[in-house]
Every structure is written in C-alpha cells, then in structure tokens.
C-alpha cells in the first residue's frame, strides 16, 4: 500500500528538532510520497530546499491569500523562477479567504488570477485554498480557462464540489473529515476519482491525535475514515488517491 500526503508546509519551525524521525514515521505508515506546499516566496524556497534534500518530498511555489499582500511586484517572475527545479510540482498555495481577509479582496483576487495565468502558461497544476469565497473561486477559473488542479482542505459546498468537477479539478481532504461535521455525508456522494488526501500539517490533527502536533504519518488516518464513510478497502482508497495525486501533480 502506498499513500501521499497531498498538502502539508513541514518546513514550519514545529519540526526543526526532529523532521527525520517524522519523516520516519511516515514511511512506516506507508506515505511514500509527500507535498510540502510554499505560501509565499520564502516558503517556497523552503520547500524546495527540503525536497532537494529529501527524494520521497515535493514542492509548490506560490503566495497564499492572507500573504497576498506582501506580494512585490516582480512577485510573478520570481515564483516562475522557482520552476527551473525539476521537484517543484505545482502553483501554490494560491486562492481566496474572505474569512480572515489578512488581505483585502481586491488584492487577493488579483493575486489569485495572475498566478492562475503563471500556471496555464508554464502548464502547472494549481493548489488551491478557498474560504468563504467558492463563487468568486469559480468565476476566476472560468476567467482563466484550461487550469487544472485540487481545491486543497476542502470544506466547501456540495454544489461548489460539482462545478469543480465539471472543470476537471480534485478536492482535498484532512483531518476535519473526523471532527463532528457534514463532510463525511458529502464523501459518502463524491467519486473517489476526484478525492486526493491530505495532512495540512501541522494543523488539522485528525481524531484521535487531536491536540498534538500533525504530522505527514496521520494521513493514513484519513485515508482509513474515507474506506469507512464509502464503505471501500484501505486499499483500494490508497490506490485510488495515489493514483489521482501522482496524474495530477506527474509525480
């Protein structure tokens, strides 16, 4: 059995002291490959730095919504750059939250669509984070046609799941499919095709680790809690994420 973690950023200070012992424990759970996804340029380049270390760990290059914002203005050609390494898989962690709104909506949606336009042109995948913004999500898809990509942490709307599939694009989903939520009714409805899994590391600790630091290892925790909700093998749900993530991202 092999699982990927599909989202996770374990070039946080929470992992300094012990990354190998994590990164241990997660082969010893079958995580044979892992996403470590940048915010903005200097995680970015983090991520980078332990994928060229580390052969079972990937990157993205991107800026998150909340750092929008701090974005220069040859913010563009700098994550482009970024590309020239052959571990960088995806533009991310891009995308809208009108939840927080540490940047103003102005800026994040132009943000959000310029680094849609980055991905088409250098033909990428995007990661996308998506907040209390699903309709403004879609609208910039549609404005930039031809992206493809997941719709990390997903949360959202059953209709929003439906229009996203219609794009092509995959949903992600963490440790809140254990929290007490409606999530588990709507993957009960969604086809495990279009489902990749995820730790978003350090947060979103799945029950019932909750409370303790996340880590790449506790995604086979959620790949266990989706066989339950489709009433389908671990097996068969690893095979079938891994094999949406390594098309998706060509990894």
Known sequence: MKLIDTHCHIYYDDYKNDLDEVLQRSADNSVYKIICVGVDLKSSKQSINLSNKYSQIFATAGYHPHESKEAPLNYLDKI?????????????????????????KETQNKVFIEQLQ????????????????????????????????????????????????????????????????????????FPLERIMIETDSPYLTPVPKRGKRNEPAMVRIIAEKIAKIKNKSLEEVAEITTDNAEKLFGI
């Open 80 to 104: 482009k750059d970024l590309f020239k390494s052959k571990n960088v898989v995806a533009v991310g962690e891009i995308g809208l939250d009108y939840y927080y709104n540490h940047s103003d």
């Open 118 to 189: 980055l991905a088409k042109n250098i033909n990428k995948p995007v990661v996308i984070h998506c907040r209390d913004a699903e309709e403004d999500i879609i609208n910039g898809l549609r404005i930039v046609e031809n992206n493809f990509g997941v719709v990390h942490c997903f949360s959202g709307t059953e209709s929003f799941a439906h229009k996203l599939f219609e794009l092509g694009f995959y949903i992600s989903f963490t440790g809140m499919i254990t929290f007490k939520n409606d999530l588990p009714k709507l993957i009960k409805n």
